[in-house]
């Protein structure tokens, strides 16, 4: 089946005096990977749930394609959701949990044997059919969990933080099976976590969560480019974002970003996008791979080395500057040493601004 587009309208959903769904509005394309991407408590798998019909919202409604499912059963949504825990069944051999969704619609025998099949050579879990849950390790019981999601043929594919219980090797494997999978099914993919590496792996777009709301949605490119506030800039990406608290000074020559031990000439309001208004407590956002060492001149400042964490491709090098921390993303060979005085040198057009008061990026 093809994917099918969703639509969420105004979705609310209360817990008592917690509201774990606030008035969340989401266009979700056919065949698209989306990402509802937060912290544990943000809402974003009560967000799964309400889609999936385990859950029913207290207002708001939930379309696909053209039709309200918002009071539909959840058997009858052609959706198919794989769980943290995986949920399989430990009594079933691997073929009959797969086989478990077509044997309920009483789909006929040879049918299951054909689409069970099928299903365990895209997983390459053909030769595990005859065998138990508990004699397979996670990653291959992960494989028969997406495989009893897959083979019902849903239009939306749910996966509730699907990789929470590998080991960092096998997480990042699962990571690009998903990946293929998903392009070669070509359903509409709804996938919960709180990993922002995750989500800018596999994602065409990422709702940012916080608090059941919806923050920033958008590509990849988007919300890691351009954070629309200072939440989202420092909630993705490793190393998190470096913020200098300081202010913006107007000159002839254009705008100065001013901070204890820190001057920035950004060039003019216009060239770097300024919003209107008058901005005098912001942060300057630095991420790790805009920031390295060199000669002063250009955005630059002089700080001092404080920490070094090689990585093996690269060192991320934490920068003391004026009571503010900094960190650069410099070379492996590069000869620098804890409690070096250094210049930080900033691409142009690379710093982000955020109003401290709104805590919003005021910069384009």
């Known amino acids: 089946m093809a994917g099918m587009s969703l639509r969420l309208e105004s979705i609310y959903r209360r817990y008592g005096k917690v509201m774990a769904v606030n008035d969340l509005s989401l266009e979700l394309p056919a065949g698209k990977f989306i990402t509802l991407l937060g912290p544990s408590g943000c809402g974003k798998t009560t967000t799964l749930n309400l889609i999936a019909g385990l859950d029913q919202a207290d207002g708001g409604s939930i379309h696909m394609g053209e039709r309200d499912i918002t009071r539909v059963p959840p058997n009858e949504r052609g959706m198919a959701i794989v769980f943290q825990n995986y949920a399989l069944y430990p009594h079933m051999s691997v073929f009959d949990n797969i086989a478990f969704g077509l044997r309920l619609q009483r789909r006929p025998k040879p049918e299951i044997q054909s689409r069970v099949r099928h299903t365990a050579e895209l997983l390459a879990i053909e030769h595990l059919l005859d065998r138990r849950p508990g004699q397979l390790s996670g990653g291959q019981q992960q494989r028969v969990a997406l495989g009893r999601a897959m083979v019902k043929k849903p239009a939306v594919f749910l996966l509730d933080e699907p990789f929470s219980n590998l080991d960092a090797a096998l997480r990042a494997r699962m990571r690009t099976e998903v990946k293929h999978l998903h392009q070669t099914l070509g359903t509409t993919s709804v996938f919960v976590t709180h990993d922002q590496e995750e989500a800018m792996t596999l994602s065409d777009l990422i709702a940012v969560m916080r608090d059941g709301k919806l923050v920033q949605y958008g590509t990849q490119h988007e919300v890691y ?119 930080a040198v900033i691409k142009p057009g690379r710093v982000h601004l955020f109003d401290l008061d709104s805590t919003e990026r005021i910069v384009r």
């Open 225 to 343: 480019g351009k954070p629309r506030d200072m939440y989202v800039a420092t909630f993705l990406g490793k190393p998190r974002m470096s913020l200098i608290e300081g202010s913006l000074e107007r000159h002839a020559a254009g705008v100065v970003f001013t901070a204890p031990d820190v001057r920035l000439e950004l060039g003019t309001a216009e060239s770097i996008g300024l919003r209107d208004g008058e901005w005098p407590r912001v942060a300057a956002g630095l991420r790790a791979e805009d920031v390295s060492l060199g000669a002063p001149g250009g955005l630059s400042f002089d700080a001092q080395v404080a920490l070094l964490e090689p990585i093996g491709s690269d060192t991320f090098v934490e920068l003391e500057v004026g009571g503010a921390t900094v960190v650069a993303r410099v070379p492996p060979e590069d000869p620098v040493a804890v409690g070096d005085r250094v210049t």
